[in-house]
């Protein structure tokens, strides 16, 4: 299944998600690998090349579930045209792989969520988004760093120009100036060139696109509440009660504009503003309970569903057993687990890694097209 209700302006000029659902890309591929999963009595290795995916739905989910399919390593080759979008693809890696003892299931999961699909987050998701950049800086520009503390990252494939436009990257997230990066504005001048002559009756515009071109395309768990509040304002995920009031700057990027007869470069919000970042979690899931309807509305939404997509990955990866549905609302706080080893430490917290005592044994090479 492929979403995307608009094209050229409405899409905008950088992909920060997808437009289909996340794939385990081991179940993809079972048909190929049935009977060679051990090559001379050791693990085989499935390479798996990502070519503008946009988002890391496919990776979260393939390494997520490794534990469903024979042990065998992952080698993933990410591939896209922008560095920005690297640059989130790493930053949503670590995300999934921080340790249990320093970030619980329930607080990864709503993070997670703002970071991927809001342009407004809250305070403490800025601090974390800083606290990361700071770390990633050190990782692209430190070799010996990189090793010690990512072994699973490889960024040989990037040119030196290409490492120091990532550190630009990541030195921008963590600049705590608000007014360098208004995205709420910049949203609105998107909103207003996109809808032209309709802005004032945009709303009717949203219910139509909503109905006609998403609904009927199979995602009708996306409410008209979620999405209309999206289409308005950028935010997709309210998981909990706060302040959403802070610039998410990882959906901040670079674009070459004509000023005066001369291209120039400007920073602004170019991506997605008609389809939304609903698809790739919040449309389709494993767990049938989540699709009741009453009087013929879905009880849930494409937010419920994303919410516990994730829940589901991140507790499947920690765990290596399959999520049990829970009848709790995202804001319950009701969802826990009692494993306390986590099995992405090498033993010290500060290493993002996969150790050996997962299943899983995975690597993530970088490469700009």
């Known amino acids: 299944m492929h979403i995307a209700e608009g094209t050229g302006e409405g899409l905008g000029a950088i992909t920060w998600w997808g437009f289909s659902p996340a794939k385990d890309l081991q179940k993809e591929a079972d048909r190929v690998l049935e009977g060679k999963a051990t090559v001379d009595g050791g693990p085989s290795e499935l390479s798996i090349l990502m070519v503008g995916a946009g988002d890391s739905r496919h990776l979260l989910s393939t390494i997520c579930q490794a534990q469903r399919w024979p042990k065998r390593k992952l080698a993933f080759y990410i591939v896209e045209n922008n560095l920005e979008v690297l640059a989130r693809h790493m930053l949503f890696l670590i995300l999934m792989l ?20 809001n342009t407004l987050i809250r305070s403490s998701t800025v601090s974390y988004l800083s606290e990361t950049a700071n770390f990633l800086i050190r990782a692209v520009t430190d070799p010996e760093f990189l090793r ?13 120009k290409e490492r120091d436009q990532l550190e630009a ?30 802005y ?13 071109k998403l609904h009927d395309r199979g995602a009708k768990l996306i409410s008209n509440r979620e999405y209309t509040r999206w289409r308005e304002k950028g935010i997709a995920f309210e998981p909990r009660e706060g302040i959403f009031e802070e610039a998410n700057k990882s959906l901040a990027s670079g674009l070459l504009l004509m000023h005066n ?23 389709e899931t494993e767990e ?14 494409a937010q419920d569903i994303s919410y516990h997509s994730l829940m589901a990955l991140f507790h499947e990866l920690l765990t290596g057993k399959k999520y049990s549905y829970l009848q709790a609302k995202p804001d319950s706080g009701s969802i826990t687990t009692s494993n306390d080893s986590s099995p992405l430490s090498t033993g010290d917290d500060s290493v993002v890694s996969l150790s050996s005592s997962s299943s899983t044994e ?3 090479g970088f490469c700009l097209m």
């Open 362 to 364: 995975a690597s993530f």
């Open 98 to 117: 921080e340790s249990p003892k320093r970030m619980g299931l329930q607080e990864k999961t709503e993070m997670f969520l703002e970071l991927f699909g």
């Open 148 to 160: 010690l503390m990512l072994p699973c990252f490889n960024i040989t494939a990037l040119k030196f």
């Open 169 to 198: 990257i990541f030195k921008f997230w963590k600049n705590p100036d608000r007014g360098v990066f208004p995205i709420d504005k910049f949203w609105d001048a998107r909103l207003r060139r996109y809808l032209g002559v309709r």
């Open 288 to 301: 049938e309970n989540l699709k009741k309807t009453c009087n013929g509305v879905f009880v849930n939404t």
């Open 261 to 283: 007869g001369e291209r120039r470069s400007a920073r602004g919000y170019w991506g997605d503003i008609v389809t939304g970042p609903f698809v790739s979690f919040g449309i």
């Open 200 to 212: 004032d009756s945009r709303f009717g515009a949203y219910d139509w696109d909503l109905m006609m």
